[in-house]
């Protein structure tokens, strides 16, 4: 079946370290985002990518990195400068880019990746 | 700024009722709208989207309800069944200002049998 798959599903972070957090679709989407949900709250975009090498900053992208070296793969690495990484991350894709505003479509989402710090 | 929010925190309604998850948003340039469900430890998981050409759009059991006069969308459940509870998000985007959904910060739906 076609789906996004996030892993680990749950990872713990030392002091100054970074860690990175795997996206991968087999959807054939062009658009991929990554947020962060923290409890009782929405979902915050972190970064997006369009397209393959390409990638913009979201609201909320400090202390965070990003690469968009393969169409099906969107990694998030959460650096030792984001101060307060404790959240559940959510990626997500979608089939055109966000811009092409005649092709409206839903994003769809992966399970999450609940980091904690140690 | 620009927000999405919802009227209720938590709905509790009794199996085989009727549910009604309402949300509220204040850009009067939003012009696509999705409402999302949300599993303990899982990601959203779409429902139904809309378009603002739109009032109204039926899914399987599912209605969403556009106002855009008062900027107001409700996501109606028939006949609400224990597996329907869960967090409900409401989302919009104003496609003209690019990329970002926006989303609400999701109403907690506890069906009770």
């Known amino acids: 079946d076609g789906g996004i798959t996030q892993s680990p599903k749950y990872l713990f972070r030392k002091e100054g370290q970074n860690v990175t957090l795997s996206c991968e679709q087999n959807l054939n989407h062009d658009a991929m985002y990554w947020y962060r949900q923290d409890p009782g709250q929405g979902l915050r975009l972190i970064y997006y990518?369009?397209?393959?090498?390409?990638?913009q900053k979201g609201d909320i992208a400090e202390g965070y990195s990003v690469s968009r070296e393969k169409k099906e793969s969107f990694p998030l690495t959460v650096t030792s400068a984001q101060k307060n990484p404790t959240a559940f991350y959510l990626c997500?894709?979608?089939?055109?880019?966000?811009?092409?505003?005649?092709?409206?479509?839903?994003?769809?989402f992966g399970d999450g990746t609940r980091l904690s710090i140690l | 700024g620009e927000n999405v929010g919802l009227h209720l925190p938590t709905l509790s309604v009794q199996e085989g009722d009727n549910s009604i998850i309402n949300c509220a948003y204040s850009?009067?340039?939003?012009?696509?709208f999705i409402w999302y469900k949300q599993e303990s430890g899982k990601g959203p998981q779409f429902i139904i989207d809309?378009?603002?050409?739109?009032d109204k759009r039926q899914g399987q059991r599912v209605t969403v309800l556009l106002n855009k006069t008062v900027k107001h969308l409700s996501l109606q459940i028939a006949a609400t069944q224990p597996g329907d509870s869960a967090v409900y998000f409401c989302?919009?985007?104003?496609?003209?200002?690019?990329?970002?959904?926006?989303f609400g910060k999701g109403t907690s739906l506890l069906v009770t049998p």
């Open positions: 990518s369009q397209i393959v090498n390409d990638f």
């Open positions: 850009n009067s340039a939003s012009d696509y």
């Open positions: 989302a919009e985007r104003d496609s003209n200002s690019g990329y970002a959904l926006n």
């Open positions: 809309i378009r603002s050409n739109m």
């Open positions: 997500a894709s979608s089939p055109h880019p966000p811009l092409d505003r005649a092709r409206n479509q839903p994003q769809h």
